[in-house]
T-cell receptor
Framework: ETGVTQSPTHLIKTRGQQVTLRCSSQSGHNTVSWYQQALGQGPQFIFQYYREEENGRGNFPPRFSGLQFPNYSSELNVNALELDDSALYLC??????????????FGPGTRLLVL | AQSVTQLGSHVSVSEGALVLLRCNYSSSVPPYLFWYVQYPNQGLQLLLKYTSAATLVKGINGFEAEFKKSETSFHLTKPSAHMSDAAEYFCAVGGSAIYFGSGTKLNVKP
């Protein structure tokens, strides 16, 4: 069984640029959630995709957007990067059909540095 | 709204000593509660999950947590710390979206 994978592992961008982060969900999972973990803090929920549609969003501006593809992989896009966007971005997959409180399995993350 | 508060950003114990990491939750509905562990430069690994089936939840690596509704607590314990337990531990609450605490870094002294 393949776990959650993310690419790239590290990324350096400059303020104002755009970035796309990718996530492949665990086999059999249909739900992908994205989290931002700033240095020294706990992860914060950005949004979740279930069967290719956004299914919940945290307190993040619209310049954070996403996609989920038919194979349940996902992308996180961030436009107009700001210095405060520097963080570890974590993707988690789960199986919505298993009921509420489904277990989310996390990938290793993408570390983004905005200069 | 759902949230968790972790008491103590850093905890230090000796190898072989009891580990106790504290977490209090706030939830307007019966909560699903989680403990995750994060090793340096890695993602999050699920230690255990509470789903109302039993108040004492056993997880991996010898960890367990007890759900106490009267105290709105979900503290994580391990009877005997091992050097490999040194990591950051996150308590979390939620259903489809998970809301994490600020984390507790566990240091294990030889």
């Amino acid at each position: 069984e393949t776990g959650v994978t993310q690419s790239p592992t590290h990324l350096i961008k400059t303020r104002g640029q755009q970035v796309t982060l990718r996530c492949s969900s665990q086999s059999g999972h249909n739900t992908v959630s994205w989290y931002q973990q700033a240095l020294g803090q706990g992860p914060q929920f950005i949004f979740q995709y279930y069967r290719e549609e956004e299914n919940g969003r945290g307190n993040f501006p619209p310049r954070f957007s996403g996609l989920q593809f038919p194979n349940y992989s996902s992308e996180l896009n961030v436009n107009a990067l700001e210095l405060d966007d520097s963080a570890l971005y974590l993707c988690a997959s789960s199986s919505r059909d298993s009921g509420r409180g489904e277990t989310q399995y996390f990938g290793p993350g993408t570390r983004l540095l905005v200069l | 709204a759902q949230s968790v508060t972790q008491l103590g950003s850093h905890v230090s114990v000796s190898e072989g000593a009891l580990v106790l990491l504290r977490c209090n939750y706030s939830s307007s509905v019966p909560p699903y509660l989680f403990w995750y562990v994060q090793y340096p430069n890695q993602g999050l690994q699920l230690l255990l999950k509470y789903t109302s089936a039993a108040t004492l939840v056993k997880g991996i690596n010898g960890f367990e947590a007890e759900f106490k509704k009267s105290e709105t607590s979900f503290h994580l314990t391990k009877p005997s710390a091992h050097m490999s337990d040194a990591a950051e531990y996150f308590c979390a609450v939620g259903g489809s979206a998970i809301y994490f605490g600020s984390g507790t870094k566990l240091n294990v002294k030889p």
